[in-house]
């Protein structure tokens, strides 16, 4: 890998060309990426460009994501100000991409490589749209210079080289902002508007992690357990030298076990429910849902424990403080018992939401699952939503990983391409099968861990919920007082959810809170509204599309 | 529910100010609303009050009626000016509003309608691109000039939804969701009938923007309130640099900075209507249309990032607002903006609860009278 340098507010950074910004930044000690408008500091927290919290300028351009922005030799990068200077534009518009695929598949994990596989190979015409540099997803997370750590990369990187070798045409880096009806999706490539109008649209967008709301979680230095394993995974960077990891799930397994391989001492793993050992019946269930993953669990368990991680369950945490460079995080046991351990890095991981903003957008249904605090898209067996031609697979459906993902890509991407002329999705046996093993064992697992969305009413009063406009629980407590009707209302009068996120951590906590206050059962109207753009979008890229739609000088 | 001695049809601004004037006189008041789709809700906050071009070209048979309205739009102007101060500060900004002008016709146009104005009272002034630069210099470099009528600004209408609410409640004004399908006189006042049951009041003030001519039909007239669904973008915030409301001779478009400084790009661009209980939807052409503008009037923006779209209706009639009783029904007083309705709103509101209490408005009634919609 080329070593190259670039300064951060005059420093002077050593980096390896292939790095995310944020990656080579974190490497250098550097955490506190922007300052916000109550002068607080911010850095990378999902890693996967949902937050919106790592962004710095960049040769004088502000309000560019360090997670999504790949390291340049000779950059100037400077801590974003609350209030940038306007800079013009980012970008030339170049000439613009037309797309009019047979099928159009968004989102390059597992899901979307599986179902762009199985629709090429029917003999239709696909295009992938990814948002990051190198597809595989969040599961399969690629690394940026192209070594595979292990079986699991590997098989993510199995899978791109089929997809790649399938005909399917994958873009890479390209930011989905715009989905209207009928089938109409704007996005960017760099400095490339692309119009896509395919005949049908298979959704893969995945989830992202939902965090542990606590009084300290925005600090820099904390981030999702996701976030972590892109850094070590994909740039070879580790989060901090003593790194807590805590919540609720298999990942948070998964990545201290990584990150301790990689060097990182795991401080604690601290994991809400308590041990599935407690629960032998549902362990038990599980195992016979899926004894070969299960056993890759206890692997992972038996490995930590001979690494003398200190492994806690039933144990929680209640907040984070910064003393200097350290971060000091608190626990309490289900005893009762608190006590706070100095990190470098905190990484949270409490279950996930999905990335169903597009489905939402146009209109397809959705139900709430109670279990999971998430809602669900209803598909028929074909993974096909009510809205004509669009098909919905793997977590941005409703959460169930990338075995799920897989086959319902399968699936959706044999039915897609027959729906435009190409196979017959007849011979799908083997998928359903293999989906309906998948499907239960997510199942079972789930019972094990406490992923159910925390209860709001427990938060302390100065928690903030609305990292974007720095809005606390007690402020949507006081809100509720005005008796709002809805979430949209809610956000009206307190401003939660209508920053740069656009309420993707706060808005599932509103629309809980507002059903609850109101006696109305949480459903899809219950959420914010929802509304392009999908994810910011400058001016600039707008400006790009519609010369590129209409034309007009 | 207890009878109110006013029952106010529509919770957005105009019809809080009806509230809030009718509390503070003493009356028991009680605000119903249908909670949705209200044109305060989805307000971008411009003060308006020069003509707009866009509703000179859309509505040409409407302009003597603006035009015979701009005091109007100034007083109402100096009340939002009056309630910042009352309110305790809803980042009212009145630095004035530009209007650009790309071509010399356009500013041929903007001299004419700027004669037309000043005769009506209004500060307005005609720049040239050198006045320009010292005061916007993050124009394009194609704008020859512009109007700038000093008296328009800016302001949060979040912010003032919020303050006006709390103000209302503290007034002891009773609030309740629920819509109003019909009204009818009985002995001792009116009663309007719901889903929920029959409320009972001795007058009733109709704030119910496109939803109010509705409510009066059956009594005389025919008020056409159209819903007009409006699109809006917002940006994330960028350093202070806008200071004028700015607007465009020919084409649609309003841009401002609010405090937060975010951009707020919209000026009445089309969303599409999908019924009373859902809000209009964005549509794409209105989305890049308006916002492609908006980086061609002002290219200095074009690197921040939109972060948000909405849509929410606006309400015309006829280019004049509607305020006063229903003739033959005087215990319903309808008070409706004719155009601009966050503008006129509060002002529209109060002239409506001074009828309702006998007093004068200060304006000459028949300019607004809803008898002109007689059938």
Known sequence: MTEITFTFDGHKIAAREGQSLAAALTEAGHRAFRETAKSADRGMFCGMGVCQECL??????????????????????AKQAPFPEFSGAHVAPSAPMHLSPDVLVIGGGAGGLSAAITAARAGADVVVLDERKVAGGQYYKQSADGSVLDAQQQEGAELLATARGSGAEILSGVELWGAFDPLLFLAQQGETAIVARPKTAIVATGAYERPV????????????????????????????????????????????????????????????????????????????????????????????????????????????TQSGSELLATFRSAAGVEDTIGVDALCMNSGFEPQNEILRLLGAEMGYDPAMGTLRCHTDDAMHTNVSGLYAVGDCKGLGGAPTARQEGIIAGAHAAAATGHGDAYDLFAARRALASHRRFQS????????????AATMPDDTLVCRCEELTIGDLRNGLEGKPGHAGTLKRSTRVGMGR????????????????????????????????????????SILAAEEALYGEG | ??????????????????????????ASVTIIDAGVNAGSDANAGSLHVQMQS???????????????????????????????AVLGGVELVRNGGLMLAETPDQLAFLEHKADREAAQGLSVEILDRRALDQIAPWLGPHIIGAELCRDEGKLNPLLANRLLRGRADAAGITRINGKVDGLALTARGVEATTAEGPLQADQVIVAAAWGAGR???????????????????????????????????????????????????????????RGPTQPPLVRPSSLLGNVALAAKLAPAISGLKVIRTWAGMNTTIDGASVIGALPGAERIIMAIPGDAGYTLGPMVGQMAASIALGAQTGFDPERFTPARFAV
């Open chain 2, 215 to 273: 409510l009066a039909d059956g009594f005389g007239v025919s008020i056409p309130t159209r819903a007009e669904p409006l699109h809006m973008n917002i940006t994330e915030p960028g350093a202070p640099s806008i200071n004028h409301l700015v607007q465009h001779a020919e084409r649609s478009i309003t841009l401002k900075q609010f405090g937060s400084g975010q951009i707020v790009i919209g000026g009445g661009w089309p969303a599409t209507y």
């Open chain 1, 213 to 320: 709301m606590v009084p300290g979680w925005t600090l820099p230095g904390v981030m999702t357990t996701g976030a972590a394993q892109t850094l070590w995974r994909s740039y070879g960077t580790l989060p901090g030298k003593r790194v807590v990891v805590c919540g609720s799930g298999p990942l948070n397994l998964q990545v201290a076990l990584e990150l301790a391989r990689g060097g990182a001492e795991i401080v604690r793993l601290a994991e809400r429910a308590p041990h599935p050992l407690q629960r032998p019946f549902a362990s038990l269930k599980m195992g016979v849902a899926g004894p070969s993953q299960t056993a890759k669990g206890v692997t992972m368990e038996l490995a930590l424990r001979r690494r003398g991680i200190d492994m806690r369950n039933a144990c929680e945490l209640v907040g984070v």
């Open chain 1, 444 to 455: 079972r697992l789930w019972e094990l861990y406490d992923i159910a969305p925390g209860n």
């Open chain 2, 54 to 84: 866009r509703f000179m070209r859309l509505y040409p048979d409407q302009v003597p009626n603006v035009e015979a309205s701009l005091p109007f739009y100034r007083a109402a102007a100096e009340e939002w000016v009056r309630l910042d």
């Open chain 2, 1 to 26: 529910m207890a009878r109110a001695d006013v029952l106010v049809i529509g919770g957005g601004v105009t019809g809080t100010l009806a509230a809030i004037t009718l509390a503070d006189a003493g």
């Open chain 1, 56 to 77: 710095v300028s960049v040769d004088g351009m502000p309000n560019l994501r360090a997670c999504m922005s790949p390291v340049r030799d000779g950059m100037v990068v």
């Open chain 1, 501 to 540: 996120c656009q309420g993707r951590y706060c808005g599932p906590v509103a629309a809980r809170m507002v059903a609850e206050a109101t006696g109305k059962p949480v459903e899809d109207l219950s959420f914010f509204a929802p509304r392009v753009p999908i994810k910011p979008v400058a001016i600039s």
